[in-house]
């Protein structure tokens, strides 16, 4: 059975740090290109970042350049998403997908998504 189980959420609150992981089983993450979206309540979905396959490049939405990290580690089969600095803003469900090969920005192109983790940033 091919899945994602996204992990690290929780209650933080602001200027705190988060990590998130996302662990892939039943499929290898080697070829796939990993993003992280979000979606606050009564709000679209957002992509935050994502990861290549081969290259490794990454890339960010502007709202949390320089504040979250995404990185990959294909031996342990999971990406991760660095959360630091964060915002009352930040606060949504997290998901990670898999698109085959390179990042897309077009939410159709991710093939496998997971359950979501809630992040929420409250004082």
């Known amino acids: 059975q091919l899945q994602f189980v996204e992990s690290g959420g929780g209650l933080v609150q602001p200027g705190g740090s988060l990590r998130l992981s996302c662990a892939a089983s039943?499929?290898?993450?080697?070829?796939?290109?990993v993003g992280w979206f979000r979606q606050a309540p009564g709000k679209e979905h957002e992509g935050v970042s994502c990861?290549?396959?081969?290259?490794?490049?990454?890339y960010y939405a502007d709202s949390v350049k320089g504040r979250f990290t995404i990185s990959r580690d294909n031996a342990k089969n999971t990406v991760y998403l660095q959360m630091n600095s964060l915002k009352p803003e930040d606060t949504a469900v997290y998901y990670c997908?898999?698109?085959?090969?390179?990042?897309?920005?077009?939410?159709?192109?991710?093939?496998?998504w997971g359950q979501g983790t809630q992040v929420t940033v409250s004082s």
């Open positions: 997908a898999a698109a085959g090969g390179i990042c897309s920005s077009n939410r159709t192109m991710y093939n496998y």
């Open positions: 039943g499929f290898t993450l080697d070829y796939y290109a």
């Open positions: 990861i290549n396959d081969l290259d490794g490049t990454t």
